[in-house]
């Protein structure tokens, strides 16, 4: 095993204790170094994917939400896709016009350093409140909804 094999695998053994440790169901997938695990939020449950890239040494969390994007408001959904990550600190909302999807995406590098739990936690934590923040309004967009003028 490389160093930045063995680094991965720690950063990934250190994300399941943390999954366990606050007692979050998940699904491993070792060979990937991936997990899938699902949160309650306040507006929706939440999917989670999180990766550990040992060629990037990058740990990426995906969370897709269950928006149906269409062609008549892409433009508008970008719009405001941009507007709500201009004020994100930590993380951005992706649009993939290709396959319709809109998700929110967190990343974090562990190039030069050993992760420790509090990020795991951290990633899951700030991810749960800022999706369950901007998933109405942007469901309300995606729906072509008038409230959401009215927001």
Known sequence: MTITTTKSWKNYMSLCRTLERNDIRYNRED???????????????????????PSKMLITLYSPLPIELCNENAADMALAVCM???TIEDGLFCMDIKN??????????????????TIFEYMLSASADIVDEYYPKLKMLARNDEMFAEN
Do not use: A, H, P, W
Request: hydrophobic letters at 35%; proline letters at 0%.
């Open 31 to 53: 060979e990937k170094l991936c997990v899938m695990c699902r949160v309650g939020g306040n507006e929706i449950e939440l999917s989670f994917r999180i990766t550990i890239n």
């Open 84 to 86: 709500i990550n201009s």
């Open 100 to 117: 319709n999807l809109l998700y929110f995406k967190m990343t974090s590098s562990f190039y030069e350093t050993q992760i420790n739990d």
